[in-house]
């Protein structure tokens, strides 16, 4: 089953003050200390691992083993830093990006491993403003 459908495809949201949770891949691949995590967007893993191929490589070497890039936490510049056979690359990539749920609001970056948790983030800080302890 493929529910995949493009936002630009002129599909009205139902009601428009629920909130999102658009499920958005994300390239986290962090080329290195002076670069910034390549962040880029993709409908579906297809393209992820396509453009991983070619924007970063990792499939289009002769190296026998990758060194996942992934970037796990921003605020430490942390990655996942794992080796993996090329064969098994795509496969391993899943664990990232089969895990990521994106805030959909504007200027929000916040992206979470599971919907709920991402549910509860957009029910606290942006559905309820004035909510104070
Ligand atoms: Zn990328
Ligand atoms: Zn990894
Ligand atoms: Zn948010």
Redesign the pocket.
């Known amino acids: 089953m493929n529910s995949c459908q493009s936002p630009s495809a002129g599909i009205t949201p139902r009601h428009a003050d629920s909130p999102p949770c658009n499920r958005k891949l994300v390239c986290k691949w962090f080329p290195g200390e002076h670069n910034r995590v390549c962040n880029q967007q993709f409908e579906s893993q297809r393209d992820l691992i396509c453009h991983l191929n070619h924007v970063h490589g990792v499939n289009g070497t002769a190296k026998r083993e990758i060194r996942?890039q992934?970037l796990l936490n921003a605020d430490s510049s942390l990655t996942?830093s794992?080796v993996?056979r090329r064969a098994g690359f795509s496969r391993?990539?899943d664990?990232?990006v089969e895990a990521t749920f994106m805030c959909s609001y504007p200027g929000c970056k916040k992206s979470y491993s599971r919907q709920d948790v991402l549910q509860k983030h957009i029910i606290k800080h942006h559905t309820q403003s004035n909510s104070l302890p």
Do not use: D, S, T, Y
Request: charged share 10%; glycine share 0%.
């Open positions: 996942c992934w996942c794992r993996v391993h990539v664990v990232h």
